[in-house]
């Protein structure tokens, strides 16, 4: 998700780098009204003189938050050199503030508030994800810094037998080739863009971190933990507890998935002791494997459904799979979008001009201004990251009469795993009544086991890549991976985690993950695993609280506004509360948990384990 300045784990963030900064007088004049409210700063301060800083801080990011917004917005659909000018002043603008109202929120420390007011002053005590240092220029350099890393990747290309490649365009040969030179080829030319980025982001390393020291953290990665109202160290141990709910289910579709490319490929370029080539998994970056489905299609059992053909049959375009994706939402009593939306968003590729391709949800002023840019194709991938976008908007718009200090998700999970909660109903009977599916073509009972195998290669082989980018990041935040070592250290997690590895030797300038949108977008990824979590926490409140009583991959929330009216309870609450709040609002639980997705994939995980009881799985 795309914002500006407010998120779970920090209030003003350059994580979307767009900042920019108010019009210089109007500017001067707010941050009077801060001085003013904090007058002298060596009196012990009053509780009235506290109130006064959180409504004058209020105004300041609101007015540069949408301003800061409306830049990005602008140089995200139209990448140039001035837009990137324009960013950068407006990225050191948010920096500035976001550093200043931490301080002065400190001058606040020794003073009994109450609750409401102690969290806004903590929230604000974070600073952002990316904070800059108090020395002169660095505010300047980190947003310069952000913007070229953002724009390099959006307008990356190169070139293969003669073709100039964009991420789009390598994206479909990986997810559709079945040759695995060239597949080695294509992930190797997308990951010629990202060398030069490794000099900006070792700079920015040590710019963010000399801003969380200032801040009161040992470094950025500790900033970043102490994000999810509980102790930094106990969010580590919540993430590997959970981690080891997972992996038992994660290790046997790794060993199925393995076994699957070996048949396809042969011994050579796939041994069965050894990790996984990494551009053979029909994703660019091997995080979702559901483009090679065919490879795990479970043998005898009747098929599950196609939506990319679905789609394409029934020709469906990018406004209709948007169109879709909203009538999800108003059919669970959730308003339309607003007009604006559908004139404002940016759902399909232009040719014309360079864009940030990676799909984003935006709210420009905190308020009714909601929308997507996404670079839409006709397929399953991106019928369900619609769903995904729009979860963020109508989050955005629940929320959206909080105080600007609580406009964002419980925790930046939450605002992650919305759109895929509502995805997750789409079961073939809800296709039918959308009219995508014929009914006699509704896959029986006999086709369980091919729907969750289909759903498993995307959000099962999803989970250890969402655990292993900030794993990567944390230990570059603390030093533990130097710049010389940041590639070495990356294919040390990938093999840990997800038991893969590159299709050759990568060089010694490779900088692979800078080939990664998150890396060089500047956006913490710890979120989205806890979101493949969440998700299914969710989905399964949903199905109980309708009454739903099969197995859960077969339950559709679709049109009961029962439903919708208790998860907008949760979602109007945005950041107002400890997240542990929101999650017992809507599911009756104060833990992030795996045993709903367990739950999900019970059946399957049997299936693959009586699939590899011959086989050695590991690597
Ligand atoms: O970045 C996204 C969304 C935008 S917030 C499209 N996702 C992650 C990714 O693409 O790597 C959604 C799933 C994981
Ligand atoms: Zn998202």
Not at 212 to 218: C, Q, T
Request: proline share 5%; charged share 25%.
């Amino acid at each position: 998700m795309k914002h500006l300045l407010s998120s779970a784990v920090s209030l003003l963030t350059l994580s979307f780098v767009a900042c920019q900064q108010a019009p210089e007088s109007h500017s001067e004049n707010v941050s009077k009204m801060v001085e003013a409210a904090t007058p002298d700063t060596s009196a012990a301060p009053t509780q009235q003189e506290a109130k006064e800083f959180l409504e004058a801080a209020a105004v300041e990011i609101e007015t540069l938050g949408e301003y800061a917004a409306r830049v990005a917005w602008v140089k995200a659909n139209f990448i140039t050199q001035d837009t990137n000018w324009l960013e950068s002043k407006v990225g050191e603008d948010v920096a500035l503030l976001s550093t200043r109202l931490a301080n002065q929120a400190k001058r606040f420390n020794g003073l009994q508030l109450p609750e409401d007011m102690r969290r806004k002053m903590d929230g604000l005590k974070r600073g952002s994800n990316f904070p800059a240092p108090e020395r002169k220029g660095a505010a300047k350099e980190l947003a310069e810094i952000m913007t070229r890393l953002d724009s390099r990747y959006g307008t990356g290309k190169f070139d293969y037998n003669g073709d100039t490649l964009n991420l789009g365009q390598a994206s479909d040969i990986i997810a559709t080739s079945d040759d695995p030179e060239e597949l080695r080829a294509v992930w190797e030319g997308w990951r010629t863009v990202s060398p030069a980025m490794k000099g900006d982001y070792a700079d920015m390393v040590k710019i963010i971190n000399e801003g969380a020291s200032e801040l009161g953290y040992a470094d950025a990665g500790a900033l970043w933990r102490s994000g999810y109202d509980m102790d930094a160290d106990d969010f580590v141990a919540e993430t590997d507890r959970i981690w080891g709910q997972v992996k038992p289910l994660y290790d046997q579709l790794h060993c199925a998935v393995r076994a699957g490319l070996n048949e396809k490929y042969g011994d050579e370029v796939v041994p069965l002791d050894e990790p996984i080539r990494a551009d053979l998994l029909g994703n660019m970056w091997g995080q979702s494997w559901g483009n090679i489905y065919d490879v795990v299609k479970p043998e005898g059992a009747a098929p599950g459904v196609d939506t990319t053909k679905l789609l394409k049959e029934k020709e469906y375009d990018a406004l209709k799979m948007v169109k879709t994706a909203e009538k999800f939402f108003t059919s669970m009593g959730f308003d339309p979008l607003p007009e604006t939306f559908y004139e404002r968003s940016l759902i399909t590729k232009p040719e014309d001009r360079e864009v940030v391709c990676h799909a984003s949800a935006w709210n420009i002023d905190s308020k009714d201004d909601i929308r997507i840019k996404m670079c839409t194709k006709v397929n399953a991938e991106d019928f369900s990251t619609v769903h995904h976008e729009l979860g963020h908007n109508f989050y955005q718009r629940a929320y959206k009469n909080q105080p600007v200090f609580y406009q964002g998700g419980a925790n930046d999970g939450f605002h992650e795993a919305i759109g895929d909660m509502i995805a997750l109903s789409i079961t073939p009977e809800y296709l039918v009544k959308i009219g995508l599916l014929d009914k006699a073509d509704v896959p029986g009972e006999d086709a369980d086991l091919a729907l969750l195998m289909r759903q498993a290669m995307d959000k099962v082989a999803f989970l250890p890549f969402g655990l292993m980018v900030d794993q990567w990041r944390w230990k570059v935040f603390s030093g533990d991976y130097t710049p010389a070592q940041y590639n070495e250290g990356w294919w040390e997690l990938r093999d840990k985690y997800q038991g893969l590895k590159a299709p050759s030797e990568r060089s010694a300038d490779a900088f692979d993950p800078g080939a990664k949108y998150h890396i060089p977008g500047n956006t913490p990824y710890m979120r989205y695993f806890l979101a493949h979590i969440l998700q299914f926490q969710f989905h399964k409140a949903a199905c109980d609280a309708a009454g739903f009583e099969g197995p859960l991959h077969r339950c559709s929330v679709y049109g009961n506004k029962v439903v919708g009216e208790k998860f907008n309870d949760m979602l109007e609450m945005g950041q107002s509360k400890p997240w542990p709040d929101a999650l017992e609002a809507f599911t009756g639980t104060r833990e992030m948990d795996g045993s709903a997705i367990l739950e999900y994939f019970a059946p399957l995980q049997a299936y693959l384990e009586e699939q590899n009881k011959d086989r050695t799985c590991g690597w």
